[in-house]
């Protein structure tokens, strides 16, 4: 019984000090880089941050809702919220962290007045990057929209296409890989980085760096405020990640904070 007890007492301070396990979803670049940039910081404060990559836009939400996640880090509020209102879920924004410039990519062109008539443009098949795709278009003077402020602008929503441009909407993560199939193919940031372009260099069009699609910690509304996530909140929002960013992205990644 003593001996039981003495080992209990040797066990207790281990359990105390035992790091709290973190699983995050992210998408490949930026947000996995900049998550294993804050991984140190994290164990140093009692947190094991586990990242799992995704693809997709849809698995990191779900698994999150599900409780197969903790949180996730890879998407913007109106994204979001288009999300949310779609499939019942109820996540919420944590923490904004950085912004993605959207950018127009061509293979085939050099600039968008080089684009014929019945030029074949590529957008997300999703209702926030699609809305997303059609207002730099329309900001860029490409196709003008019924109402320029609406995010969630459609097809439907284009009130003039003078070059009668043909649009095909797929899913943004194939967008890089298709490229060289379209005339013009609207990408987001990640994604574009991910395939090695530069969206600083290689976008025909891009966002102004007062882009509103800030990219965002995201968890579900039970867990959101729990210690663990709000200490990678506060990583990934420090002077530090700030530097980090703009060191190694160069302007097509922005601090959001």
């Known amino acids: 019984m003593k001996l039981s007890t003495a080992l209990l007492a040797l066990a207790l301070p281990f359990s105390a000090h035992a790091a709290e396990t973190l699983n995050v979803a992210a998408t490949a670049v930026p947000h996995a880089e900049i998550l294993a940039f804050v991984k140190p910081a994290l164990a140093a404060e009692g947190v094991d941050l586990r990242v ?52 127009a990519y061509s293979s085939k062109h050099k600039a968008l007045a080089d ?39 459609t097809l439907r929503d284009i009130a003039a296409n003078p070059k009668k441009l043909k649009f095909r909407e797929l899913e943004a993560a194939t967008l890089p890989r298709i490229l060289g199939q379209v005339d013009l193919a609207l990408i987001n940031t990640n994604y574009a980085l991910d395939a090695k372009l530069d969206p600083t260099r290689d976008a025909l069009a891009i966002e102004s760096a007062d882009s509103p699609y800030v990219n965002y910690l995201v968890a579900r509304s039970d867990n959101a405020a729990s210690p663990a996530v709000a200490k990678l909140a506060r990583a990934l929002t420090s002077p530090e990640v700030k530097a980090f960013i703009e060191r190694t992205y160069k302007g097509a990644v922005l601090p959001a904070f």
């Open 52 to 103: 799992k990559v995704f693809t997709d836009y849809v698995q990191p939400n779900i698994q999150v809702a599900e409780k197969r996640l903790d949180a996730n880090y890879f998407q913007t509020k109106p994204y979001l919220d288009e999300f949310n209102k779609g499939k019942g879920t109820n996540l919420v924004t944590v923490t904004g962290v950085h912004i993605e410039p959207f950018g």
């Open 115 to 153: 684009l014929p008539e019945g030029a074949t443009v590529a957008i997300p098949n999703e209702a926030s990057n699609g809305g997303r795709a059609l207002l730099l278009l329309d900001k860029a003077g490409v196709i003008t929209l019924k109402d320029k402020t609406n995010p969630l602008s």
